[in-house]
């Protein structure tokens, strides 16, 4: 294996930016089993993330014997805005490549936001890396050197991707993460044939072409920001401002915080203001945005909040009451935990979280966590049952942790 990303780099990679070019290279693409994908994009000042490339690579029977400057390429939407990405859609859309990601949630976020649907199949390494037990959200970088040992210059990954003309170092920077990452898909397809456990990343990949979570519903916002013990009313304004907030971003392509902070909506909500000198006082807000029409659309979304009947109000998601006493059976569940993901080795994160785990102590077969169902069930979730109705018991042979049935 190589050591340095250049080495598995063409000497000049291919730059794609016509759309007859694209097109080429996707009907190329379209006859591998598989192709690798990445994307550089910026995020810090829109709410829509700008596409700035993107990086496929071919794999599979196609690598034989093939130099990467015909197999790979980097596609540049910035060098020529009226380039169509229709072929790469094309390529995304076809059933018989594999596209195959690493922390793909992103990269598809933008893909259905650009054309309106998910790339399918896809195969994300990094959760394949956490079933395969590599650890919690491994990093790419991190997870190259120990498939491989290629060792990952890092010294262009915080570059503005919206500036051209990229130099070299860009380009086989941005190239090598689609180059590398196909020796680091063959690594992990093996070792999950080698242990069972295609049926597990299935089910993953299944949740990930999940288009609800691309799906952002304004109406449900203002549950992403934290506000304890809010009464109903308080949280119906919060609801009616988070979802004003949403739409004016959108409209305007601001991040959400950029038109107005959390703080500040969360403050608006409990003073209820009425009237523009009652809402400058609003701490960050400042009397000109009052006064303006920005401030209008926030008093009018604090009337709707302010006049909804008390029935139509959303209640406060508090976590359910947990039995007394259920604290050193949630700890007895931990160590299982641990255990069971040690012996399978699989990352935690991946199996439950530590309320999942709390809930299972408090509710048993009724929890309705992601543990008590499908593999997570037969590698934690049955044991963890045990263990609660007293059916097992853990204990210690020589320097581990043994599950052991109660006499």
């Known amino acids: 294996m190589p050591t340095k990303r250049s080495d598995a780099l063409p000497s000049e990679p291919q730059v794609i930016s016509e759309t007859a070019a694209l097109d080429a290279f996707c009907a190329r693409a379209e006859q591998a089993p598989y192709v ?24 599979g029977d196609l690598m034989d014997g093939e130099d990467d400057f015909q197999l790979s390429a980097i596609i540049d939407p910035i060098l020529n805005p009226d380039m169509d990405l229709a072929p790469l859609y094309r390529l995304f859309a076809n059933e018989n490549v594999l596209k195959v990601f690493h922390a793909a949630r992103q990269d598809l976020e933008i893909f259905h936001h650009q054309s309106g649907v998910l790339p399918h199949p896809v195969f994300d390494t990094q959760v394949a890396a956490m079933v395969c037990g590599f650890g919690d959200s491994v990093g790419y970088e991190n997870l190259l050197t120990r ?6 210059d890092k010294g262009t990954r915080f570059t503005d991707w919206s500036i051209r003309p990229l130099n070299k170092r860009q380009i086989d920077y941005a190239l090598a993460d689609v180059v590398y990452l196909r020796p680091a ?35 449900q ?27 004016e971003a959108r409209r305007r392509d601001l991040p959400r915080n950029r038109v107005l902070r959390d703080e500040a909506i969360l403050e608006i909500a409990h003073h209820t203001p009425d009237t523009v000198n009652a809402l400058e006082r609003t701490r960050g807000l400042g009397k000109r945005m009052a006064e303006g029409p920005t401030g209008a659309e926030i008093l009018k979304a604090v009337r709707r909040g302010t006049d909804l009947p008390d029935s139509e109000c959303p209640k406060p ?11 050193p059976t949630t700890d007895l569940l931990k ?10 080795n699989v990352a935690q994160k991946l199996i439950a979280s530590s309320d999942d785990v709390e809930l299972i102590a408090a509710f048993g077969e009724k929890a309705d966590v992601a543990a008590m169902r499908s593999w997570r069930r037969e590698v934690f979730g049955n044991d ?3 263990i609660r109705n007293g059916e097992c018991s853990l204990g210690i042979s020589g320097r581990r942790v043994i599950l052991q049935k109660t006499p």
């Not at 498939?147 to 990952?152: D, F, N, P, Q, S």
């Not at 690594?187 to 609800?212: H, T």
């Open 36 to 59: 690798t994908v990445d994307t550089e994009f910026l995020r810090e000042s829109t709410y829509w993330p700008i596409l700035c490339l993107v990086q496929v690579a071919m794999g």
């Open 147 to 152: 498939l491989t040992g290629a060792k990952v």
């Open 185 to 219: 898909y063959e690594m992990l397809r093996s070792k999950l044939a080698e242990q069972g456990r295609e049926e597990w990343i299935g089910e993953e990949m299944g949740v990930l072409l999940d288009e609800n979570i691309y799906l952002v519903d304004p109406m």
């Open 221 to 247: 916002t203002y549950l992403r920001i934290k506000s304890r013990n809010a009464k109903p009313r308080t949280l119906a304004v919060l609801r009616e401002l988070a979802a004003w907030r949403e739409m």
């Open 317 to 327: 998601r508090n976590k359910p009451d947990l039995p007394n006493g259920i604290g």
């Open 335 to 344: 160590v299982l935990l641990k255990m069971k993901c040690d012996e399978f």
């Open 384 to 386: 963890a049952l045990q």
